[in-house]
């Protein structure tokens, strides 16, 4: 099967964001996200699973009819799937794309797993994590000052 | 734009050089000189767990710069008991001093203070997390027993795996190019690996052992901690190895003549008392820098003039 014929499987949208290279699996993890944001509420979205992709083997991929991102979505997406291409859409054609790397800061994203920090016990601290070591996904809690995994790190719930 | 001091590792050793040099400024002047650093500059004192030596070092060296001190030591009697939350306990406090000084069981909390308040935050210790002013202070002690820093053989015993104090040294020495560390402790307590990490493969020594003899003729330092029998998973350990952590003035037969003990106090049995009246024993001299260093703390952040 071509590349052409992949994207026909769901309709080409005329303006939006498609995101595109999502490895395999990740896909319903992305849109449970994108999803649980209020301004996502009434967007149209279209859910593609695995694609065939010459890059990853197997990809998926979200069309979402919207004319903007909000870029703490595209830091929530950024956490979960670095790697993962954001296509801007215009008249049908991609307009402008950039891949998403992983932040250097995650704010108020993330549970500190340390019960003795400020951020886990007083609810009104936001919390604030700095990669440390982007090759292994080392973060550190900017409050305890603990490291972890970014991996082990349970997401906060959005509201 | 206000300073704060709330973590080691937010500091560049010009900036720890900095604080150095400032203590031993302070050092050489006559004390009446000093009460004129601070005059009518107010101390807010906020321990929400108990500290003596941390506390009243810090008092201590506020009057002594001609300043005043407010606050609390115990959480109990005062309006936290009743609920009020961090951030409101600040709000209040800012409008009562210039500085604040704090100790909290919670991690972070000195750094979340600083965010909320428009004064300067000296962290007195956030839990297990960071005692910057222990470090800066066991610098300076380093620094004037042995006129140096730079190059020097460290020791260090004990705890190392949940000892701040030691994680935040260690950290620090490397920044000034100490490059042996000798770590004495128990399989049950090592220093986590993290604190070994650094981006230049081959030029840190960490020799690690159970034994301090190892330790004792190689070393400059010899910094000695607490262990805590309740950190310790299976108690037979902890009897096991309790003993061979209690340093006596004959363990010290084969060290180099000018090796100083510290420990960042209070001790409980691990330097027995017949090691006190050895020219090793720095560990009281090392309380009184405590309160210069804090002094130059102080002075620094208040802008005080000297």
Redesign the interface.
Known sequence: MSADKNVMLIPKIESGIVIDHIPAGLGVRLLDIISHYTEMSDTIISLGLNYRSQRLGRKDLIKLQVDYLDPEIIQHISIVAPGVTVKVIKEFAVQNKVVVQPPREIRNLLHCK?P????T??P??ETHFIIVEPATNKVK???????FDLNELKLKQVL | MKKDLI?M?DLTLDEIKIYLNLARKIEAMPLPERLKILPGRIMASLFFEPSTRTRLSFESAMHRLGGSVIGFADQGATSVSKGE???DTIRTVENYADIIVMRH?????A??AAELTGLPVINAG?????HPTQTLLDLYTIEKDLGRIEGITMAFVGDLKYSRTVHSLIRALMKFNVTEFYLVAPEALRLPG?FMMNDQPGRFQFHETEFIDEAIPKCDILYMTRIQKERFPDLLEYEKVKDSYVLSQTMLSSAKADLRVLHPLPRVNEISTDVDQTRFAGYFPQTRNGVIMRQAILSMHLGGRI
Not at chain 2, 105 to 109: A, I, Q, R, Y
């Open positions: 340390n003795k920090c400020i951020s016990s007083e009104s601290v809690c900017v409050y305890c000052e603990r490291i | 973590s590792d939350t961090l951030s069981p919670g991690e972070g909390t750094r979340r956030d839990g297990s997390n960071q993290y």
